[in-house]
């Protein structure tokens, strides 16, 4: 079974500052996909950013990119230049080839503060 | 359609009655999840379809959930006699391929009076 888990309910960041969300996860598998997911107020869950387990390089997507440490299990979430926008919900989550459904941790709620 | 589209986007419901929530997927999308999100909590699995195939109910937490997909395409979570602890938000999803991710519909907000 695979367990997903981020230790931070809540963070704030000023605004234009760099903030980083942590996420553990343990699997037994040897191919897997880690996935961080942001929920704002409007309920709606938009994906920000996937990495591939095989892949040693890691993911970059605009402002967003990750730290992905295999030996550590560890797949923490860098947002850059935050902006006030960037303020919600942020769930980090996994998937194996076996296990046909995504493992969700607990979220951090991020606030971007003006 | 270009979303995962659910609704109703919110529900008010007294204990003990049934309630059913609809989820229509990315048209080509095989498969389709439910997930609930109880207040301030993460996601729980409820039940995955994947084509014409047997569903996934290992998450579903009572008997009193149950859930169909038709035409492999629109499902219907049916919640039967309703109880308070059942209030929370439910998640349709759906996907191509779940390690590629899932496009997530906006939820539907079920509180149990």
């Known amino acids: 079974a695979q367990t997903v888990t981020q230790s931070q309910p809540e963070m704030s960041v000023q605004e234009a500052e760099t903030v980083t969300l942590s996420c553990t996860y343990d699997?037994?598998?040897?191919?897997?996909?880690l996935f961080w997911y942001k929920q704002p107020p409007s309920r709606q869950m938009i994906l920000v950013i996937r990495?591939?387990?095989?892949?040693?390089q890691n993911a970059t997507e605009n402002r967003f990119s990750v730290n992905f440490q295999k030996a550590a299990k560890s797949f923490s979430l860098k947002i850059s230049d935050s902006q006030l926008g960037d303020t919600a919900m942020y769930f980090c989550?996994?998937?194996?080839?076996?296990?046909?459904?995504?493992?969700f941790g607990s979220g951090t709620q991020l606030t971007v503060l003006p | 359609g270009a979303g995962v589209s659910q609704s109703p986007s919110n529900k008010v419901t007294e204990k003990g009655k049934d309630v059913e929530l609809r989820c229509d997927p990315i048209?080509?999308?095989?498969?389709l999840y439910w997930y609930r999100q109880s207040l301030g909590q993460g996601l729980e699995f409820l039940i995955y379809?994947?084509?014409?195939?047997?569903?996934?109910k290992s998450g579903l937490p009572s008997d009193r959930f149950s859930a169909e997909r038709t035409g492999g395409s629109v499902s219907t979570l049916t919640i039967q006699r309703t109880q308070q602890e059942d209030s929370a938000v439910y998640l349709c999803?759906?996907?191509?391929?779940?390690?590629?991710?899932?496009?997530f519909g906006s939820g539907t907000r079920l509180t149990v009076v």
């Open positions: 989550a996994s998937s194996t080839g076996s296990a046909r459904q995504l493992t």
């Open positions: 699997t037994s598998e040897s191919n897997y996909y």
């Open positions: 990495q591939e387990a095989y892949k040693q």
């Open positions: 048209s080509g999308h095989t498969a």
């Open positions: 379809f994947q084509g014409n195939s047997a569903p996934d």
């Open positions: 999803a759906s996907s191509w391929d779940s390690n590629y991710g899932y496009t």
